[in-house]
């Protein structure tokens, strides 16, 4: 496998931006939308699934996996790639936000931190873990990512400015521990911008952390209970101070109408569970607005699901039959239905790689946003 990585920026219109990342397991066009397998699986899809609607590069959890299956076994099985029959880019992200979230600020928490790392009980069986940001590398070079993250300390969304003061400077400290034990040839090391809803803060890391010789850079510590207007200043006080030439990720974003937003600010990748946990819980994205298919009034509708979609679901199935499945409880539900809403996400970025490229992604974005706000019942 040739080890060639490369980011080329094709084209810009405004902040807004249309490349390509190279990795040794094929192309990513972005702006991309990376759908979430948490365990090794994006839930209910199998490999072939995601070769229909062209899913470019799934991410992986680093804290599931590490607990179950576990790195080691994985690496024995020949890594991540082989071990889920996956042929194209994997990310992994480090942990940390997973760690981080079982509490923190409770008493009795299951994380403990220290400017080594982390002490945690897994959430299956109680058992004590350390991560260190050694530990992480170690952990995402077993599973054989083409990209990893740096091991970051995520504060809460509503933290105090002197707490996220903190969980920058450990984030800042544990990159260089991280730089210095990520060796594998294969996988490329991004680090991650923290500063909570503070644009001085966030303006500070970017610049610390984008003075790194790495391949690209996140967005971390936002969507975690901010309030949306401070998200997105909080987004446009950071991506500024973004270096041009490299790629940058906003972490677990979001809606369609985030991304959206997000690429209106510079961004080229996203991730999250929303397509397929919405799909699981019957609210399907359509290019007409939302649609709860649980609802009666799909009863006897013949129509697809979305009648400018290609997927799978929507050129074979009537909503009244995906109603009936949702309702029976058929796990057949389960597959259809996160198909198509990775599908739209899949596609929502296709349109918005065009827009940019025909210098119209303003208009785009604002006739898909006033869209998405339609609920279909």
């Not at 509490?103 to 009795?108: E, H």
């Amino acid at each position: 496998m040739k080890n060639n990585f490369s980011f080329e920026l094709h084209q810009e219109d405004g902040m807004a931006r249309r490349g390509t990342i190279t990795t040794p397991h094929g192309r990513i066009e972005t702006p991309i939308f990376m759908p979430v397998g948490t365990c090794g699986s994006v839930k209910s899809l199998a490999p072939d699934d995601l070769h229909a609607v062209n899913t470019q590069i799934i991410l992986g959890n680093t804290y599931h996996l590490m607990l179950r299956p576990g790195e080691e076994l994985v690496a024995k099985m020949g890594g991540l790639h082989e071990f889920i029959s996956w042929d194209r880019p994997i990310l992994t992200d480090s942990g940390g936000f997973q760690i981080f979230s079982l509490g923190t600020d409770k008493k009795d928490s299951l994380v403990k931190i220290d400017e080594d790392g982390v002490t945690f009980k897994s959430f299956i069986d109680g058992s004590k873990h350390r991560v260190t940001p050694e530990r992480s590398m170690d952990i995402q070079m077993k599973l054989g990512a083409d990209f990893i993250m740096a091991f970051d300390q995520c504060p809460q969304g509503k933290a105090e400015k002197h707490e996220v003061v903190r969980a920058m400077e450990r984030t800042t400290a544990w990159l260089s521990r991280c730089e210095q034990s990520m060796t594998r040839e294969n996988s490329r090391l991004l680090g991650i911008i923290q500063g909570g809803v503070f644009d001085d803060l966030r303006a500070e890391h970017a610049q610390e952390i984008c003075s790194r010789d790495l391949f690209g850079f996140a967005v971390g510590g936002l969507s975690v209970g901010e309030a949306k207007e401070d998200m997105w200043r909080a987004l446009a006080a950071t991506t500024p101070h973004m270096p041009r030439e490299k790629t940058r990720y906003l972490m677990g974003v979001g809606t369609p109408d985030d991304l959206l937003d997000g690429i209106a600010l510079g961004v080229d990748m996203f991730d999250c569970v929303m397509p397929t946990r919405n799909a699981r819980n019957a609210t399907l994205f359509t290019h007409k607005g939302k649609i709860s298919i649980k609802n009666a009034a799909f009863r006897e509708d013949r129509g697809p699901l979305d009648d400018r979609c290609n997927c799978y679901t929507c050129r074979t199935f009537s909503r009244a039959y995906l109603r009936h499945l949702y309702v029976s409880s058929e796990l057949l539900f389960f597959r259809l239905a996160s198909l198509h809403n990775v599908a739209y996400y899949l596609q929502l970025m296709n349109d918005a790689r065009q827009a940019i490229s025909e210098k119209r992604f303003a208009s785009f974005r604002k006739e898909r946003k006033e869209a998405h706000a339609n609920e279909i019942f």
